[in-house]
Structure formats: structure tokens, C-alpha cells
């Protein structure tokens, strides 16, 4: 059994930074591309920012380009989503994403929920103004 467990959500004032962790437990974390997304109340959630398996590629969504950092440390099996200078329309439930990759595919991105496999519980993030 796969499990995604997220942490380092909080309050945090505009401007501000937070760093959220996903621990997987159950499989060998190598061989996972991950991903992050948010859901704001009464919105869809949506793609913030992913990763490949290999760690050599990633991806953001625009408005969080310069500002918010994926990586994945295999050792720890734990990825993480480092966010700098947050802003208060980005309050939401941050939940973080697995999907199982084989070598062939250990290069890519991917960005739509639904290729992802497994899913974490979620963490809030309240950016006040």
C-alpha cells in the first residue's frame, strides 16, 4: 500500500515563504515522477508544479515560475515544494501526487492530474494580506 503524507502547510503573511513535504512510504520512492496541485475553495484544482523521476526535469505552472521550487530527495523518500514570496490568491489545499514510471519514461513530466497514481491527503496553505 502506497502512501503520500504532506506537511509544512500554515499561515503565513504575503511575501512569505513555506517548504512542503510529501513522504512516500510503501514502494521504492525512485521510481515515482511527482507532482503538486492546490484546490481554493470553489475552484478546481489545479497543476502547480512536477517533477520526473530521474530529477532532471521539471515543470510550473506561469505564475509560479521564479518563485516556487520542486525537488525530490530519493534517499528520504520525500518530495518537496519549497514556495517563496507567496501571495494571498494562493491560499488552498496543497496535495501532493505520485505515478509509477518504469526507465523507459524516467525523464518526463506530467502535468495532468489524472496520469498521477497516488494521492496525499493534502496540506492548507493560508497566505494572509
Known amino acids: 500500500q502506497v502512501q503520500l503524507v504532506e506537511s509544512g502547510g500554515g499561515l503565513v503573511q504575503a511575501g512569505g515563504s513555506l517548504r512542503l513535504s510529501c513522504t512516500v512510504s510503501?514502494?521504492?520512492?525512485?521510481?515515482?515522477?511527482m507532482g503538486w496541485f492546490r484546490q481554493a475553495p470553489g475552484k478546481e484544482r489545479e497543476f502547480v508544479a512536477a517533477?520526473?523521476?530521474?530529477?532532471?526535469?521539471?515543470n510550473y505552472v506561469d505564475s509560479v515560475k521564479g518563485r516556487f521550487t520542486i525537488s525530490k530527495d530519493n534517499a528520504k523518500n520525500t518530495g518537496y515544494l519549497q514556495m517563496n514570496s507567496l501571495k494571498p490568491e494562493e491560499t488552498a489545499v496543497y496535495y501532493c501526487?505520485?505515478?509509477?514510471?518504469?526507465?523507459?519514461?524516467?525523464?518526463?513530466?506530467?502535468?495532468?492530474?489524472?496520469?498521477?497514481?497516488?494521492w496525499g491527503q493534502g496540506t492548507q496553505v493560508t497566505v494572509s494580506s
Open positions: 517533477i520526473s523521476r530521474s530529477g532532471s526535469n521539471r
Open positions: 510503501g514502494r521504492t520512492f525512485s521510481i515515482y515522477a
Open positions: 501526487a505520485a505515478k509509477r514510471t518504469t526507465d523507459w519514461n524516467r525523464n518526463y513530466v506530467y502535468t495532468p492530474a489524472h496520469e498521477y497514481d497516488y
